[in-house]
């Protein structure tokens, strides 16, 4: 309800300029693909990835503007997703969103101010026999934010902004007689048992600024930090029982881009970038493994680092050019307090760490007016010296490839 008062507010302060001639400038896209995945030796059979987005922008007058927008995205392929600390396998995904953005100008001013509301619905399919809709990892979130953008020297700029948001995991009502059997037929941890403990409110804060580098590069600063508050998960002792105190994560990253268009002629060009971000979870939250009697504090406690390079070549009209793209990733993470278990389970003295790398590319061919083929084909791979994997996963590879077209108008 909060929420949708917000919305209203967006609206009612736009339409109040002392213009009633409103800019109307819809944007359509439609994405739908026909793929494949290859998990650890195991093939998915042929599934669809369909995409699709409204954004009827709205320019109320030189001060006011409003930018609505649906989108729906459904991947039917495998893929390794992080939702409770750990990565998990699912069969399918089906994101859908909601959004609301006002653009307030100042007469006269540089600074852009930018309320926003979005509601966002995530359905998760764990596995093949899961009907969609009733996971145990469905969630819905609800964001409220605030944006000031300052355009120092056009088109470079300074932001800031804050956020609020609450995520509910409505299927998630794992009770302590159902513990054994919670999570892929696996004992859950005992923070994780429960009536929505995955649910949590949060706060965001978020800087950056963007600067050209020796007239050829781009330069994206940033930095943010999340304060995640779990209202129903308890902190776990050191005798695995559940206390008073509630969880409390907060993660701060760091992050830097650097962009390099290149224009060779009116019909070849180039963007390649290279971004790297390093992040730190710090959590007050325990896990206690009741199968081998082990209490591990700080569980949630990890540090990563990502690196992720990629590269686009456009070729032909620049209005409807063929894009051919290439784009890898590196990501680091450690757990300074989680140990690694044998294949059986048994505890050892390294604590746990992940390497996982992330190769793709895709081409874009334009076939008529607004309407395009896509060819898109991924490989990625994680590895970590963690070989117990009853519970997540830390050891896979998974390979995808699609086929199909787009739409924009």
């Given amino acids: 309800m909060r929420l949708l008062r917000i919305s209203v507010l967006l609206v009612a302060l736009a339409a109040a300029g002392p213009s009633f001639a409103v800019e109307y400038s819809p944007i359509y896209m439609l994405q ?9 030796g195991q093939k998915g059979t042929l599934s669809p990835n369909v995409n699709g987005a409204f954004a009827p922008a709205m320019k109320f007058n030189e001060n006011w503007s409003l930018l609505p927008m649906l989108s729906t995205n459904y991947q039917g392929t495998e893929q390794v997703l992080d939702v409770v600390g750990g990565q998990t396998l699912f069969q399918s995904q089906w994101d859908n969103l909601a959004s609301l953005k006002g653009i307030y100008t100042p007469d006269d001013s540089q600074w852009h101010l930018k309320p926003s509301a979005s509601f966002k619905y995530e359905l998760l399919q764990e596995t093949a026999d899961e009907t969609l809709g009733h996971g145990l990892f469905d969630y819905y979130q609800g964001d409220a934010g605030f944006e000031a953008e300052y355009t120092y020297h056009d088109p470079f700029t300074f932001h800031a ?8 995991f409505p299927n998630y009502t794992s009770l302590e007689s159902q513990a054994a059997t919670s999570f892929g037929g696996q004992s859950v941890a005992r923070e994780l048992v429960g009536d929505y403990v995955l649910d949590t409110q949060n706060g965001l804060l978020r800087l950056g600024v963007n600067m050209p580098v020796q007239d050829r590069f781009i330069l994206d600063l940033g930095g943010q930090v999340l304060f995640e508050h779990f209202p129903s998960q308890h902190v776990v002792d050191p005798t695995g029982s559940l206390t008073a105190p509630l969880r409390n994560d907060v993660a701060t990253t760091f992050s830097a881009g650097l962009k390099m268009p290149n224009e060779f002629n009116a019909d070849l060009r180039t963007l390649g970038s290279l971004d790297v971000s390093a992040t730190y979870n710090s959590s007050n939250q325990n896990s206690f493994d009741a199968t081998q009697a082990q209490y591990l504090p700080y569980y949630y406690n990890y540090a990563e680092v990502r690196v992720a390079p ?3 070549l456009l070729i032909g009209d620049a209005r409807r050019p063929v894009v051919l793209g290439i784009n890898t990733a590196y990501w680091y993470r450690r757990y300074p307090y989680r140990f690694t278990q044998d294949p059986n389970g048994a505890y050892q003295s390294d604590k746990i760490h992940t390497n996982n790398w992330l190769v793709g590319a895709n081409l874009n061919y334009p076939m008529a007016k607004h309407f395009g083929l896509i060819f898109d084909f991924s490989y990625g791979q994680g590895q970590s010296n963690m070989q117990y994997q009853q519970f997540f996963q830390y050891n896979y590879y998974v390979a995808n490839y699609w086929v199909g077209f787009r739409y924009d108008y």
Avoid: E, I
């Fill in 161 to 168: 902004g804050v956020d609020y948001f609450f995520t509910h």
């Fill in 310 to 312: 990629t590269f686009k």
């Fill in 32 to 40: 739908v693909l026909g793929g494949q995945s290859f998990y650890s």
